[in-house]
């Protein structure tokens, strides 16, 4: 076998079998199992101080099955446009949804402030035209103010703090708005920081959050206002690539009781949440599609599956992702084998992207067998271009 390439480490729960328990679905799927995800929450829980709420981040796993059993675990959905929020009214009360996202049309502020759930406001004039529309339907509506932080999390696959961004509103801009809220007799809710997303750096996690505290009271000062949540946002990543370690959320935890125990005073009446999304569910999530085709091509062993990049384009490299790395792979039916063969996965699109894993040491594989992706339960199935080339969408499962 000639120079395989490695792929990202197996999810605890999945490396020990010797197959996967769903050889027989039928593909291209993705299947979630949950019991992943309650005890991811479990952990949480047990690692995070009491008074710190755990929302869930709808766009990482939108799947209305998954939702509905997720909800009673967490304490909050955080939602990015008006059709996540009616997924999430359908499974939670409107006061422990909030609505974060850019470029928030008329027709979604109404449906938020009609509904009851609480605006995270991205800039002076989106709180404008929420104020306004709640004085028209003579309904208080519930406005919390997203700042745009002066500093990054460090490591973070996304970056979404630090720099010039159409997420949030400049510190220096903060007072005005809340002080606008206040003065319009809208219900103030609090203050969400984002600073990015999957980060695996645990120091880091715990130098945002801390420096996220920091900038709220800062904040809550400037505004002569305690607000009364500070959503500390999240940014917890998982393991995809080789070397990929896992997040200590212990030691985030109990770094953040410690914050929490030296608040300084102006938030000392202050709830606190922090959202997550992939670590919620990324690691439940297993892709899987079928073999339909070996082939072999100048001396290079091609698999070729009944599902590719249409339906997990993160997986074949194309999503926030700048050197293409593999995702955790296996055989299906043959977990625990030796490797016997060096293949490159690829889906059925005609473009040279569709490869879900490049130049893998496998089991030999046959048409009919079952390839697995894991790592696969965030930003899959709903940030891809499922239309391209017409070829049917995935169907998702939810074990429970
Ligand atoms: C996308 C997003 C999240 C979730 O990010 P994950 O990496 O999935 O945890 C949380 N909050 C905001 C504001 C987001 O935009």
Known sequence: MSNPK???????????????????????????????????????????????????????NPFPPLLAAIAPLVDG??????????????????DAISFAGPGKRDEELD?????????????IAEGQRALAIGKALGVRPRLAVRVNPDFELRGSGMK???????????????????????????EWRGLHIFAGSQSLDTDAIIATQAATIDLAAR?????????????????????????????????????????LAALPGVL???AFAIELGRWLVGEAGVYLARVVDRKVSQSETFLVVDGGLNHHLAATGNFGTVVRRNYPVALAHRMQDAAEEV????????????????????????????????????YGATASPSAFLGHPPAEEFLIE
């Not at 500390?232 to 896992?246: R, V």
């Open 77 to 94: 959905l955080d939602v990015a446009s008006a059709g996540e929020m009616a997924r999430a009214l359908d499974v939670m009360t409107a």
């Open 268 to 270: 000392s009446g202050s």
């Open 111 to 123: 449906a938020a402030v009609r509904a009851g759930v609480t605006i995270n406001l991205e800039s």
């Open 219 to 259: 904040l809550a000062e400037a505004c002569g206002a305690p607000p009364p949540l500070v959503n500390l946002g999240g940014g917890f990543g998982i393991p995809y690539f080789p070397g990929d370690a896992p997040v200590d959320v212990e030691a985030i935890g109990a770094a953040l009781g410690e914050a």
């Open 6 to 60: 490695p792929f990202g480490p197996i999810p605890p729960e999945f490396a020990g079998l010797d197959a996967l328990p769903w050889l027989d679905v039928a593909t291209p799927a993705y299947v979630y199992d949950f019991a992943v995800t309650r005890a991811r929450v479990a952990r949480l829980r047990a690692a995070l101080p009491e008074r710190v709420a755990v929302h869930y981040a709808i766009k990482a």
């Open 160 to 186: 979404m703090g630090g720099r010039a961004s159409p997420f949030g509103i400049e510190s220096a801009h903060v007072p005005v708005l809340v002080e606008r809220i206040l003065g319009e007799g809208a």
């Open 343 to 378: 293949v490159s996965v690829v889906g059925p699109l005609c473009t040279p992207l569709d490869r879900l894993a490049d130049r893998v040491a496998l089991p030999q594989a046959q048409v009919g067998d079952l390839i697995a992706i894991f790592a696969s339960g965030a």
